[in-house]
């Protein structure tokens, strides 16, 4: 018998609390999901916390908003009263919004009128920058408070969890001390940090454009586009990760403008890899600064550092392997000019982490080079599999023809593939992936295989429009595409479950 069983809609998955996935078991479910439709949403306690406001800070929320200042108002909790001033400024502190910050019960926050518009625009600013109260400090408040009689049992690392995690870090980053890695409380606040540091030492320098190469995860692309001064001169995007020469006009039109370049090696969800040296090595003949993410393939499988002035990356996958912390690193490249000003200026934009967060990923981190390496077998036999079933149309992994090359430049073996394959079929889509017996839900890198049909849970906005197709097929990007995060269940059962969906 498989090891797979049907996950009904809105469960946690693996299960904990503090799941950073929950199951969307059909493609009525994401799109009820994606449209907020309330037969759907009102099975959904939790997900990927930087998308949907997990159950204990509603909770904590609803206790608060007994506060005669803050009744009836929408509330937002927050990592830091410096996130919730940012906030608080977005939103507008005059006018309509009249957004307050506040701190209640040693909580901060930012309260606002209660309409659709705002809590939409309030969502995606945290959504972007990381700057969610976190799920077990929503929690530890909640007890500390007597709302809630305990915290859910759990294995946290009894000693110096920043220690421990920078320590197995360290093995990832040859040459990295503790001093260059930076924790955060999430994979974009470190990226939304190093943004945010590489635009304060350039803008000064009269640079503050930015490149998107490739087609990149939606947060990034989104903090491009919406904090870059005057994106529509300024956000410049180069789509074909391979192209060369054309990177070298974009840099030759606007060199002396650039402040910096978003590298994801390899890219998400295509999972291409560019010529990561070529490309550093023109971006630094025109003085612009080098942010790279691994993320797709986690540290341990490609060697980036060297490339970077900032490696930007999320903890929550493959070091957070059990799916249950969200958490993230900037590490900062000390043989660089301005390696010194950077980690200064990194050090102030990132966000407090919650110290239960940081004790269990310090739980979990130490056995990552063996799930890492457990998982790079599995994803070579489930990619070869896909890439030649007559049903399956076209197939994306570390190691897919178009950019192989260039991903064993960086990559640290051969074998060293992650847990990610994309794919489209020859047949209907949706048919398949309600038929599949994988537990399906956003996120990757965990023990637990995950499908998702990604472009509806990262882009439904774009397939609804005629203009957002366009811009799909102009990044090769179907609608359709499925994105597979292979986990440690016997990879037999895997392959069994595709093949029987794909029958």
């Not at 206790?63 to 009744?71: A, D, F, Y």
């Not at 490739?214 to 919406?226: E, P, Q, R």
């Not at 994106?231 to 070298?248: C, I």
């Not at 811009?471 to 090769?476: D, S």
């Given at each position: 018998m498989s090891v797979f069983q049907p996950i009904p809609l809105g469960q946690r998955i693996p299960g904990s609390p503090h799941s950073v996935a929950c199951s969307l078991p059909t493609l009525d479910d994401i799109i009820g999901y994606e449209e907020g439709r309330p037969e759907t949403t009102r099975h959904i306690a939790s997900g990927y916390p930087r998308f949907v406001v997990h159950?204990?800070?509603?909770?904590?929320?609803?206790?608060?908003?007994?506060?005669?200042?803050?009744?009836?108002?929408s509330l937002w909790l927050v990592t830091s009263p410096i996130m919730a001033q940012a906030l608080a400024d977005h939103l507008g502190r005059t006018g309509p919004a009249h957004a307050t910050p506040f701190t209640a019960e040693d909580i901060e926050g930012v309260a606002h009128a209660d309409t659709p518009a705002l809590n939409l625009r309030g969502k995606l600013f945290l959504q972007h920058l990381g700057g969610f109260l976190s799920t077990r400090a929503a929690e530890d408040h909640l007890v500390r408070l007597g709302v809630r009689p305990n915290a859910e049992p759990e294995k946290l690392f009894p000693g110096d969890a920043p220690?421990?995690?920078?320590?197995?870090?360290?093995?990832?980053?040859?040459?990295?001390?503790d001093v260059d890695i930076l924790l955060a409380p999430s994979g974009m606040n470190a990226l939304h940090a190093a943004f945010r540091a590489i635009s304060a030492l350039q803008t000064p320098r009269g640079r503050i454009a930015?490149?998107?190469?490739?087609?990149?995860?939606?947060?990034?692309?989104?903090?491009?586009?919406?904090?870059?001064?005057?994106?529509?001169?300024?956000?410049?995007?180069?789509?074909?990760?391979?192209?060369?020469?054309?990177?070298?006009?974009?840099?030759?039109?606007?060199?002396?403008?650039?402040?910096?370049?978003?590298?994801?090696?390899?890219t998400n969800p295509l999972i291409q890899t560019p010529d990561v040296a070529a490309v550093v090595s023109l971006a630094r003949r025109h003085g612009a600064r080098l942010i790279l993410d691994p993320a797709i393939?986690?540290?341990?499988?490609?060697?980036?550092?060297?490339?970077?002035?900032?490696?930007?990356?999320?903890?929550?996958?493959?070091?957070?392997?059990?799916?249950?912390?969200?958490?993230?690193?900037?590490?900062?490249?000390?043989?660089?000019?301005?390696?010194?000003?950077?980690?200064?200026?990194?050090?102030?934009?990132?966000?407090?982490v919650h110290p239960r967060d940081l004790a269990r990923l310090a739980a979990q981190i130490a056995a990552t080079e063996e799930f890492v390496a457990?998982?790079?077998?599995?994803?070579?036999?489930?990619?070869?599999?896909?890439?030649?079933?007559?049903?399956?149309s076209q197939v994306w992994w570390a190691l897919q023809r178009a950019t192989r090359a260039n991903y064993l430049k960086v990559a640290r073996s051969p074998e060293s593939v992650g847990s990610m394959v994309s794919f489209t079929l020859r047949t209907p889509f949706a048919k398949f992936y309600d038929r599949v017996r994988l537990p399906k839900g956003p996120s990757f890198g965990m023990r637990t295989t995950l499908l998702s049909p990604f472009i509806y849970l990262?882009?439904?906005?774009?397939?609804?429009?005629?203009?957002?197709?366009?811009?799909?097929?102009?990044?090769?990007l179907d609608p359709g595409l499925l994105r597979l995060s292979v986990g440690t269940e016997p990879v037999e059962d895997i392959i069994d479950s595709l093949m029987e969906a794909l029958a």
């Open positions: 159950s204990h800070a509603r909770q904590l929320c609803a206790h608060l908003g007994r506060r005669p200042e803050l009744t009836g108002r220690a421990e995690i920078k320590r197995v870090l360290r093995r990832a980053y040859a040459g990295a001390r930015w490149v998107q190469l490739g087609w990149l995860y939606l947060d990034t692309i989104a903090v491009l586009k919406k904090f870059t001064p005057d994106p529509a001169r300024n956000y410049l995007r180069h789509g074909d990760v391979t192209d060369l020469a054309g990177l070298e006009r974009l840099f030759t039109t606007h060199g002396s403008r650039i402040a910096g370049m978003v590298i994801e090696a390899p393939s986690s540290p341990f499988n490609v060697d980036l550092l060297p490339h970077a002035d900032l490696v930007a990356q999320s903890l929550t996958k493959y070091t957070a392997h059990e799916g249950d912390v969200i958490a993230g690193a900037v590490v900062v490249n000390s043989t660089r000019p301005d390696a010194d000003e950077l980690r200064r200026l990194v050090a102030g934009y990132l966000e407090p457990h998982i790079n077998a599995s994803t070579l036999q489930v990619a070869a599999f896909l890439e030649k079933h007559p049903a399956v990262a882009h439904y906005d774009l397939i609804n429009s005629e203009a957002g197709l366009t811009e799909l097929a102009a990044h090769g």
